[in-house]
């Protein structure tokens, strides 16, 4: 096969592919946008949960095909959701020694409890990923997301919850503080929806257990507009 009729068929395969002529000439950045994913009304009240906010965001990224580089921008969604913690939920055992003039941390509030769904793009040129998120562990999402710096982060443990028609991987890290009452879990899942990546992340105090209201709410998740 001549070079001329190699390049031919990796631009019709392409334009097949993404659809889009202008990304190839590089007139234009390709469009990808996730399925909006959020926790059900079922799930939010039998947790106590409730939506603390939601946000659509939009990344641009180059993508490299055939030795030529184009832009794709990949818009997001993220719903957050929150819930009011009660004094009488804390693990006393698990606190250890607080500090001098330390109070028990979390009571009444909901700052330190919270859960986040991000449904991004699983944006596929010529059959592969370019997503920036499709090669990245849990740890490392965690380190990503929550900024940790010099926290130190412990893995747990994973176990699998039912969400979307499969079931998906959750992983469980430990954020260790100067105490015991200072520690913080986090519960995160990240999987391919087909179209999408979502990701889940869950974090709270680690004086109080929070694994089944996670888990309900990772099952409970649905695509409305789907």
């Known amino acids: 096969m001549t070079r001329h009729r190699r390049a031919l068929l990796v631009a019709v395969v392409l334009v097949s592919t993404v659809g889009c002529l202008g990304f190839l000439t590089g007139s234009q950045a390709l469009e990808f946008s996730a399925n909006e994913t959020v926790v059900s009304d079922a799930a939010l009240d039998e947790t106590g949960y409730q939506e603390a906010g939601n946000q659509t965001v939009t990344n641009v990224i180059n993508v490299t095909v055939a030795g030529q580089t184009r832009q794709a921008n990949l818009t997001s969604y993220r719903y957050t959701y929150n819930r009011t913690v009660d004094e009488s939920e ?31 793009p699983n944006a596929r040129v010529g059959g592969q990923s370019v997503h920036p998120l499709a090669r990245v562990s849990p740890e490392d999402l965690v ?84």
Do not use: C, K
């Open 90 to 120: 804390v693990d006393r055992d698990g606190l250890g020694a607080l500090p001098e003039n330390g109070t028990v941390p979390v009571a009444n509030t909901s700052d330190g409890v919270s859960f986040s769904v991000v449904a991004t």
């Open 143 to 226: 380190q990503r997301f929550l900024e940790t710096g010099n926290t130190s982060v412990r893995f747990e443990g994973n176990r699998t919850v039912a969400s979307l028609g499969a079931e998906r991987t959750v992983s469980t890290f430990r954020l260790e503080g100067e105490t015991n009452a200072s520690d913080a879990v986090v519960h995160v899942a990240t999987f391919d929806a087909g179209t999408d990546f979502v990701i889940t992340f869950a974090v709270h105090p680690g004086i109080i257990d929070e694994q089944d209201r996670v888990d309900t709410l990772i099952a409970g998740l649905e695509r409305p507009f789907v």
